[in-house]
């Protein structure tokens, strides 16, 4: 039992060690990106994928990470991404991930939240960890039950909120689903716009309305947001897979 708690402990050393050496084995591409984190119980590819396709209006070549298996495999991949002259690249960040420091050091630009993981001692720890370099904008989802956990982690800018909550910064006014997709009406400061999906389900709704909160906050407008939206082809959605953090 003992040597099993030393191994545990010398993990997160070791992992940070991985990480510094990674970081300038490939240059510390990161330094010069953008780097927009997506975390959550649900939603993270979903999320990003939009978030992705809304940049594509300023930036065509922006990044996008999912779930990365490996501290090497994260930064090989952010290497590629800064290899090819974009300026944003968005990344899926699983709790496992965070908890065993696959994101050490790494410079968020912004980090969005879905929805809590499992409780609330272990988003606290997860997310102390992923906010541990204040990032620009915190996108929070309002309607979290850990939401007043996860707004007291500071923010360098701005930590926004969406939801349907009249506190949030993006309100969700109404939804709507369809067999074939959904859509739904958001409201941020005075203005008011529409937002649809191919994908089906309730759920898609926090998704599309976290997206527009975090490319509002990168200083594009609702119509980039409407068409990034549309844009998305859930066909080529990259469905996250199982992934060794042990692999070095």
Same mark, same amino acid.
Request: charged share 25%; proline share 2%; aromatic share 10%.
């Given at each position: 039992m003992a040597k099993q708690a030393k191994k545990s402990s010398l993990k997160p050393k070791i992992q940070k060690v991985k990480a510094k050496f990674f970081a300038t084995y490939y240059s510390n591409p990161a330094k010069d990106l953008k780097v927009i984190a997506v975390t959550g119980k649900n939603g993270r590819a979903t999320t990003a994928h939009f978030i992705q396709e809304i940049v594509k209006s300023r930036d065509p070549k922006v990044g996008l990470i999912i779930d990365p298996k490996s501290t090497s495999d994260l930064y090989k991949q952010l290497f590629?991404?800064?290899?090819?002259?974009?300026?944003h690249v968005i990344i899926t960040a699983p709790s496992q991930a965070i908890a065993n420091h696959l994101f050490y050091q790494l410079p968020f630009f912004a980090i969005v939240v879905t929805n809590t993981t499992t409780t609330a001692v272990q988003d606290e720890e997860i997310k102390s960890i992923l906010f541990n370099k204040e990032p620009y904008f915190a996108i929070l989802n309002h309607d979290d039950p850990n939401y007043a956990l996860f707004s007291s982690f500071p923010a360098k800018?701005?930590?926004?909120?969406?939801?349907?909550?009249? %506190?949030? /910064?993006?309100? #969700?006014?109404?939804? &709507?689903?369809? &067999?074939? $997709?959904? %859509?739904?009406?958001?409201?941020?400061?005075? %203005? &008011?716009? =529409?937002?649809?999906?191919?994908?089906? $389900?309730?759920?898609?709704? /926090?998704?599309?309305?976290?997206?527009?909160? !975090?490319?509002?906050?990168?200083?594009?407008?609702? +119509?980039?947001?409407? =068409? $990034?939206?549309?844009?998305? %082809?859930?066909? &080529?959605? #990259?469905?996250? !897979? !199982?992934? +060794?953090?042990?692999q070095f």
């Open positions: 590629k991404v800064w290899r090819s002259g974009t300026d800018s701005a930590t926004l909120s969406y939801g349907r909550q009249n %506190e949030a /910064d993006l309100r #969700i006014n109404r939804s &709507k689903l369809y &067999k074939m $997709g959904t %859509e739904a009406n958001l409201a941020f400061q005075n %203005e &008011k716009f =529409d937002v649809a999906t191919y994908l089906t $389900g309730e759920e898609n709704v /926090d998704y599309m309305a976290a997206a527009a909160l !975090t490319a509002m906050a990168i200083g594009l407008d609702s +119509d980039a947001i409407v =068409d $990034g939206i549309a844009n998305y %082809e859930p066909a &080529k959605t #990259i469905s996250p !897979t !199982t992934n +060794d953090y042990s």
